[in-house]
Structures are given as C-alpha cells and as structure tokens.
C-alpha cells in the first residue's frame, strides 16, 4: 500500500518561496516505474498539474510554472519535495503529491496514489 504524506508551512508571504515536501511509504522513489507528482488545486483553475520527477531523476514541469518550479528527490529519506518561488495569492490552493501512472494527471485515477493534500495559503 502506498501512503504519501505532504508537509510544509500552510502560510507564506508573497514574493517568499513555497516549500513542501512529499514523504513516501509503502514504495520506493528510487525504483518506482511511475511519476513522483505536485498537483494542487484552487477554485479558480481546478486541479493543475504542476511538475513531477521519477525514479531515473528526470523532471518534467508545466510550462506555466516552469520558471518558478523546483522539484528534487531525496532517495536516502523516500521523499521527494517542492519550491515555488516568487509566490502570490494566486498560489492559494491545496497542493498534492502523487504517484501517478501518467505524467500529466489532471484528474484522480484509480490506479493512482495520492496524498491527502495541504492547504497553503499565500498572504501578507
């Protein structure tokens, strides 16, 4: 059974870096043959896909946020993290990570693992 885990700060300041960092049970990032996933999703634009990594260290970001994106891995503690830099309010949204099957995941598949999600909110 695979458990995924996010954790981070729930507010930050605009113009700060957002942090998050996805803790995996049950699977190794190292070996997994699929996508180590950040999704988030706001009211205003659903669920977004934002980025993910696998286990050969590729990444792969949306090309709206790519500028601002950082995604890593670190084998040694199974987890595998999040920076988005230069946040607004607009960043506002519950963040996910996921094992996911596909590489762009705009909706939760059944065959997919998914972390609860963390409420981050961007404000002064």
């Known amino acids: 059974q695979v458990q995924l885990q996010e954790s981070g700060p729930g507010l930050v300041k605009p113009s700060q870096t957002l942090s998050l960092t996805c803790t995996v049970s049950?699977?190794?990032?190292?070996?997994?043959?699929?996508?180590w996933s950040w999704i988030r999703r706001s009211p205003g634009k659903g669920l977004e896909w934002m980025g993910a990594i696998n286990n050969a260290g590729s990444i792969w970001y949306s090309p709206s946020l790519k500028t601002r994106t950082s995604i890593s891995m670190d084998t040694s503690k199974n987890q595998f993290a999040l920076q988005l830099s230069s946040v607004t309010p607009e960043d506002t949204a519950v963040y996910y990570c996921?094992?996911?099957?596909?590489?762009?995941?705009?909706?939760?598949?059944?065959?997919?693992?998914w972390g609860q999600g963390t409420q981050v909110i961007v404000s002064s």
């Open positions: 996921a094992e996911t099957k596909n590489l762009i995941t705009t909706e939760i598949y059944d065959d997919d693992y």
């Open positions: 049950g699977a190794s990032i190292a070996t997994s043959l699929y996508y």
